[in-house]
């Protein structure tokens, strides 16, 4: 919203007001346009013929009034970001209007150039979270009646995943509803707010990837496609990624040996392969627990190897380990698909690599992924 123009529709029936944020919004500097109707019914038939970012309404209308105006609203235009005007400071109505699909509200007499700037903009970011929301839970939908292998399988899939997405699921309700019911959060700890959402959106959209990594592989659709990389850049990317999840409760140590600057690998069958191996490390490994990850390059192969000391894996299901929806015997109701070591070996037979675990259970495990550096090695 910074450098992009916006464009807002604003529902008021005083034409004092609307001149009002006329001459605010024209003086924030932010570009677009503002559109004024006075009533309802113009506000949704406005919303029919062109597209807004964000729409300020007043809540008491010719046509209609009080939070039956936002219900009737967000019911006809389900999809626009809504700032409900109001003229009381009414803590409980705007709870309320929140509750009821709101993105934020503005007291009237209490509205600044800057707090009419800030508000627009959260708005605008919590419908964009809202959206991406959707669109993930349709990407699964998708993805589950196209895949006829998937389908198949599609109520293991479900009794597994359903866990594996609880957790970032929880983080976004429970931001949101800071968001919504605290008031007085100041900017920052609004947008460290936003980055838990984004964090916890970027991990279903990670799960919902494996799902469609599993069924491109199924059907021969996964390429390789080798480009340079730095090594440990890559590596100190996904470490980084992780931490967000993570926060202190694990040390992840990283060490790397040798020119891992010239490999050619394809980074994004890297990005799945270790993403995995590391978050099964710190999934399976007690709060505080040590992981351990180590990066040598040689001049023709590159040797990962990642080791926790977490809860082990039984030799009869060592057997089984890179089959899809396998699960360990000894994993209780930790959380898991069992389809990350399935995607893994795929992404490692890509490479034409090898990967081998050593583990015992209690004690820990050792996943070691050698690669050849260059395609052809």
């Given amino acids: 919203m910074e450098t992009k123009q916006i464009h807002v529709l604003l529902v008021e029936d005083s034409a004092s007001d609307a001149e009002l944020f006329r001459k605010m919004f024209s003086r924030s500097g932010k570009g677009g346009n503002l559109i004024h109707v006075e009533r309802l019914s113009q506000a949704i038939d406005a919303c029919n013929q062109q597209t807004f970012n964000v729409v300020l309404l007043d809540l008491n209308l010719p046509d209609s009034d009080g939070l039956d105006t936002l219900t009737e609203f967000r019911t006809a235009v389900p999809n626009i970001p809504i700032v409900v005007l109001t003229m009381m400071d009414d803590e409980e109505l705007s709870l309320q209007a929140m509750t009821r699909g709101a993105q934020d509200y503005l007291v009237k007499d209490q509205i600044t150039i800057q707090l009419l700037v800030r508000s627009l903009r959260y708005a605008i970011e919590r419908g964009e979270i809202h959206k991406q929301l959707k669109d993930s839970e349709q990407t699964i939908l998708r993805a589950l009646e196209q895949e006829q292998k998937l389908n198949l399988l599609k109520s293991s899939f479900i009794s597994i995943a359903s866990h594996e997405f609880r957790t970032p699921m929880t983080t976004i309700r ?45 059907a021969g659709g996964l390429k390789y496609e080798p480009t340079p990389m730095n090594l440990v850049e890559f590596c100190h990317e996904i470490i980084d990624a992780l931490q967000v999840n993570i926060n202190e409760q694990y040390a992840v140590t990283f060490t790397h040996q040798g020119n891992c600057k010239l490999a050619e690998m394809d980074e994004k069958l890297l990005r799945y392969i270790f993403s995995n191996l590391l978050s099964n490390a710190i999934k399976y490994s007690p709060q505080g627990g040590k992981i351990q990850f180590d990066l040598n390059c040689q001049p023709d192969s590159v040797t990962f190897q990642i080791q926790d000391q977490g809860i082990g894996i039984p030799i009869d299901d060592q057997l089984n380990l890179f089959e899809a929806f396998h699960r360990c015997s000894n994993v209780g109701k930790i959380q898991g698909t069992g389809l990350g070591l399935a995607i893994t070996k795929r992404c490692v037979d890509l490479h034409q690599g090898r990967i081998q675990v050593s583990s015992k259970v209690n004690v820990g495990t050792i996943f070691t992924v050698v690669l050849p550096s260059k395609p052809g090695n």
Avoid: C, M, P, W
């Fill in 174 to 218: 429970n931001s949101v509803e800071l968001l919504q019911y605290n008031l007085k959060l100041t900017e920052e700890k609004r947008d460290t707010y936003f980055d838990l959402i984004k964090a916890a959106i970027s991990q279903i959209i990670h799960l919902i990837d494996e799902v469609l990594l599993l069924g491109s592989t199924e």
